[in-house]
């Protein structure tokens, strides 16, 4: 844990013995996150995340919890692709009480830069990219939070907007194709490198069990649409 200058705590969950040893805020943290994502084609088991709990997996994760007098105001959970330098926001969740004091915030733009800063220490990496999906608010009908509202708060924080046509494969093989998802990417920088784009596409999909993926046809068609929007390589971004 670490103390902030706003008396709350920053916890880092990095292995498997760091989620047992805290789990009675593990178990806190599961109902805001089971609460903040009904809907189950966008939501894993954390279970799944538990077992990806190990730096030498591809990809790894780690979770980052806001912790206020020992309660959950928040957290987030981050996979880490190192190839392709990319770090993929899969979940970040605030406790509805806990609303409007900054917790977001906290989480995206003070702990999550410290906690990849001493990742490309340890790994000689360069990971500055950081891509998440949000629901589209003219295609989505499940979800806990306005969710227009939602993108507001982002772009508030510095969320740009990649301008391509994405396809979420299923998550734990067990769940459904979701098409209702923008993709956005916190960077210092106006465009992203496509190449780079599409290894961490790649790499996603293999990640949730679609080792063929290059014939997939959700897959080719997200890759089409990074292809026809990239410019001398590039990405620009919104």
Same mark, same amino acid.
């Given at each position: 844990?670490?103390?902030?200058?706003?008396?709350?705590?920053?916890?880092?969950?990095?292995?498997?013995?760091?989620?047992?040893?805290?789990?009675?805020?593990?178990?806190?943290?599961?109902?805001?996150?089971?609460?903040?994502?009904?809907?189950?084609?966008?939501?894993?088991?954390?279970?799944? /995340?538990?077992?990806?709990?190990?730096?030498?997996?591809?990809?790894?994760?780690?979770?980052?919890?806001?912790?206020?007098?020992? /309660?959950?105001?928040?957290?987030?959970?981050?996979?880490?692709?190192?190839?392709?330098?990319?770090?993929?926001?899969?979940?970040?969740?605030?406790?509805?009480?806990?609303?409007?004091?900054?917790?977001?915030?906290?989480?995206?733009?003070?702990?999550?830069?410290?906690?990849?800063?001493?990742?490309?220490?340890?790994?000689?990496?360069?990971?500055?990219?950081?891509?998440?999906?949000?629901?589209?608010?003219?295609?989505?009908? /499940?979800?806990?939070?306005?969710?227009?509202?939602?993108?507001?708060?982002?772009?508030?924080?510095?969320?740009?907007?990649?301008?391509?046509?994405?396809?979420?494969?299923?998550?734990?093989?067990?769940?459904?194709?979701?098409?209702?998802?923008?993709?956005?990417?916190?960077?210092?920088?106006?465009?992203?490198?496509?190449?780079?784009?599409?290894?961490?596409?790649?790499?996603?999909?293999?990640?949730?069990?679609?080792?063929?993926?290059?014939?997939?046809?959700?897959?080719?068609?997200?890759?089409?649409?990074?292809?026809?929007?990239?410019?001398?390589?590039?990405?620009?971004?919104?």
């Amino acid at each position: 844990c670490k103390q902030s200058n706003l008396g709350v705590v920053m916890l880092i969950i990095r292995d498997k013995e760091d989620y047992e040893k805290n789990s009675k805020f593990i178990e806190q943290f599961r109902k805001i996150y089971n609460d903040a994502f009904p809907d189950e084609n966008e939501r894993e088991e954390l279970i799944s /995340i538990y077992n990806r709990l190990d730096n030498e997996s591809t990809p790894f994760t780690f979770l980052i919890f806001d912790l206020k007098d020992n /309660i959950i105001q928040g957290g987030l959970i981050i996979d880490v692709y190192i190839e392709s330098e990319f770090a993929h926001l899969i979940y970040i969740v605030t406790d509805p009480n806990a609303r409007q004091q900054g917790v977001a915030r906290r989480l995206l733009k003070e702990y999550l830069p410290k906690v990849l800063q001493q990742i490309n220490k340890e790994k000689n990496t360069n990971i500055e990219n950081i891509i998440f999906e949000s629901n589209n608010p003219e295609l989505t009908t /499940i979800d806990s939070f306005d969710t227009k509202l939602r993108l507001d708060i982002f772009k508030k924080l510095g969320a740009k907007y990649i301008p391509v046509k994405y396809i979420q494969p299923p998550l734990e093989g067990r769940t459904q194709t979701v098409h209702n998802l923008f993709l956005f990417v916190y960077t210092p920088h106006d465009s992203i490198d496509s190449q780079k784009l599409k290894k961490f596409i790649g790499d996603f999909y293999y990640g949730l069990g679609i080792h063929n993926y290059v014939e997939n046809d959700d897959y080719i068609a997200t890759i089409k649409s990074i292809d026809a929007n990239t410019k001398n390589n590039q990405i620009f971004l919104i």
